[in-house]
């Protein structure tokens, strides 16, 4: 059983360009949720999906920032116009359910804006 | 007050010690609770969760909550220095996202 997949591992921006971050939650797990760890810094909550459905995203940035989990293929973390502070690494978690679950995290996606 | 609090370490011990590790959390009404240990540079790799008030043990690692206090530790016993890591408390509040501690650093000298 393959566990979270996100991709690319590494990423690399210039200031403007966009930047799409992909994850495959595990077999079996329609819960999928990002995170974004900033340099030196705590593991952030930014947004939980459900197929087709965004749940909570009362941790993304207003603005450049949006997701989505599609019936069919990855979700996807899209980062529009990036700058420098959004170098970072973002982690992909996915679960089975919503309540007394664990949530298993992918090898995650260094984003390097230059 | 920050929602999960964690010292930050560094937490130095001796290879065979137990090692301690504290998290206390705001919200009266959190659900579950969760330790990951992170490698410098590496993704959180779940290591315990638990639910109830008391101890749970898996291995060497025994997690311990404490409703009344809204307090969870982690216990490493024999500790190895390949335990050397960052140890993050997290804490499920509402719906399925969670809440991390700054995350305390271990250290396990030889």
């Known amino acids: 059983n393959a566990g979270v997949m996100q991709n690319p591992r590494h990423l690399v921006r210039r200031r403007g360009q966009e930047a799409r971050l992909r994850c495959s939650p595990m077999k079996g797990h329609s819960h999928v949720y990002w995170y974004r760890q900033l340099p030196e810094e705590g593991l952030k909550f930014m947004v939980y999906?459900?197929?087709?459905?965004?749940?909570?995203e009362s941790g993304m940035p207003k603005e450049r920032f949006s997701a989505e989990f599609p019936k069919e293929g990855p979700s996807i973390l899209r980062i529009q116009q990036v700058v420098r502070g959004d170098s970072a690494a973002y982690f992909c978690?996915?679960?089975?359910?919503?309540?007394?679950?664990?949530?298993?995290f992918g090898q995650g996606t260094r984003l390097t804006v230059v | 007050q920050k929602e999960v609090e964690q010292n930050s370490g560094p937490l130095s011990v001796p290879e065979g010690a137990i090692a301690s590790l504290n998290c206390t959390y705001s919200d009266r009404g959190s659900q579950s609770f969760f330790w990951y240990r992170q490698y410098s540079g590496k993704s959180p790799e779940l290591i315990m969760f638990i639910y109830s008030n008391g101890d749970k043990e898996d291995g060497r690692f025994t997690a311990q909550l404490n409703k009344a206090s809204q307090y969870v530790s982690l216990l490493i016993r024999d500790s190895q220095p390949s335990d050397s890591a960052t140890y993050l408390c997290?804490?499920?509040?509402?719906?399925?996202?969670?809440?991390f501690g700054q995350g305390t650093e271990l250290s396990v000298k030889p």
């Open positions: 999906l459900q197929k087709e459905n965004i749940i909570d």
């Open positions: 997290a804490v499920n509040i509402q719906g399925g996202k969670l809440i």
């Open positions: 978690a996915s679960s089975p359910r919503i309540r007394d679950t664990e949530a298993f």
